[in-house]
């Protein structure tokens, strides 16, 4: 009988918003940074009191709670503690990366055409899968022998997950689309 000793897990949830006119006006009045970004844009930080944010702001802790519950820790109030909009086009990524001082990640997809990119999680262990196992021939990828996991970005939609997952985000290759997101960390309420 297989028996799971540890479980990678990631927290998906859908939302209808639409965002697009403010992060095309963010981009136009913040010149934006260059963090895990290789090309496309990067807000700086956002600010979490405008109106305009609330229902998803309140949407993202509501699921948020909902996959705090399966950790069965004493986290009781939760909070977000910053967020970003990121704007990929053609052939634009993110690098490898995770996120720091927090404890859950995620991002919301606002606008996805098709080709314009998967995140993808990569295992702790990916480097012993490629080293040890090099010469077995895998017949099917699953969730017990790939390297990395990827999910398909979808308008609406959004994901979360623990911050220590390292993760990445495969180019646009949607050459007349650019693909939308909001990133955001979630933190312990003081």
Sequence with gaps: MLQNIFNYSVWAFDYESYLKDYC?????????RMVSNEGGYQSDNLN????????LISNILNETTKYLKNFETNIENI?????????????????????????????YYVQSPELSGEIEFVRPDHYLIGTIWRDIQIKNYNQLNSHAWAFESKAHTGLIFPSYYQHRVKPNFNKTEERYSFSFNIIKKV
């Design 24 to 32: 095309d006006f963010i981009r136009k009045h913040n010149k934006g």
């Design 48 to 55: 979490l009191n405008e109106p305009v944010l609330q229902p």
């Design 79 to 107: 909070d977000i503690g910053n967020m970003w909009i990121n704007i990929n086009g053609y052939k634009d990524y993110n690098n490898e990366h995770i996120h720091g001082n927090c404890i859950f990640s995620g991002v």
